[in-house]
């Protein structure tokens, strides 16, 4: 069974500009979310996909966008990155038949930037 | 609106001596309750999870948890601490009948000591 890989590991931008991260979902899953986790602090979520469709988004900006694939990868895409947005992105895969929703997380891509 | 409270932001405890990290929640309905380890430069890795029925939960390497739905707590237990249980851990929170979002408290930082 694979789990959860996400690429890449780290990554610096400037102020400005746009980034895209990704993730592939553990095998069998057909549901990803992702977060924000600060330093210090708890992730946050960001928003959640299935069948290739947005299904809840919390409190972030519409400049997190994101994209759920066939094959139930995803990416998750930051436009006018802000120095706030510096954080490690946890993608998390799930089955929708799962009504507890267990998420199972990936290692994260850890986002600077200056 | 979901939360979760980890009063404690650092637990120390000796080598063998009986653990215990604490949270709290609020939620509308019913709660699904899960704790997660974050080793450094790590993902989340699942631990345990309630649902319903028996208030004590079992889960990876030796965890348990007990749900009190009087107290609106969920804290994690082991009987016995090893040096490799030292991590940062994470409750975290849902409605059973709410979006798929999960609500995850700041984090506790366990020590264990040798």
């Known amino acids: 069974e694979t789990g959860v890989t996400q690429s890449p590991t780290h990554l610096i931008k400037t102020r400005g500009q746009q980034v895209t991260l990704r993730c592939s979902s553990q095998s069998g899953h057909n549901t990803v979310s992702w977060y924000q986790q600060a330093l210090g602090q708890g992730p946050q979520f960001i928003f959640q996909y299935y069948r290739e469709e947005e299904n809840g988004r919390g409190n972030f900006p519409p400049r997190f966008s994101g994209l759920q694939f066939p094959n139930y990868s995803s990416e998750l895409n930051v436009n006018a990155l802000e120095l706030d947005d510096s954080a490690l992105y946890l993608c998390?895969?799930?089955?929708?038949?799962?009504?507890?929703?267990?998420?199972?997380f990936g290692p994260g891509t850890r986002l600077t930037v200056l | 609106a979901q939360s979760v409270a980890q009063p404690e932001d650092q637990v120390n405890v000796a080598e063998g001596n009986p653990l215990t990290v604490k949270c709290t929640y609020s939620?509308?309905?019913?709660?699904?309750l899960f704790w997660y380890v974050q080793y450094p430069n790590r993902g989340l890795q699942f631990l345990l999870k309630?649902?319903?029925?028996?208030?004590l939960v079992k889960g990876s390497y030796g965890f348990e948890a007990e749900f009190n739905k009087s107290q609106t707590s969920f804290h994690l237990k082991k009987p016995s601490a090893l040096v490799s249980d030292s991590a940062l851990y994470f409750c975290?929170?849902?409605?059973?009948?709410?979006?798929?979002?999960?609500?995850f408290g700041s984090g506790t930082q366990l020590t264990v000591l040798p």
């Open positions: 309630y649902i319903t029925g028996d208030n």
């Open positions: 975290a929170v849902r409605s059973s009948g709410s979006a798929r979002q999960l609500t």
């Open positions: 998390a895969s799930s089955l929708e038949l799962d009504p507890t929703d267990t998420q199972y």
């Open positions: 939620v509308s309905g019913n709660p699904y």
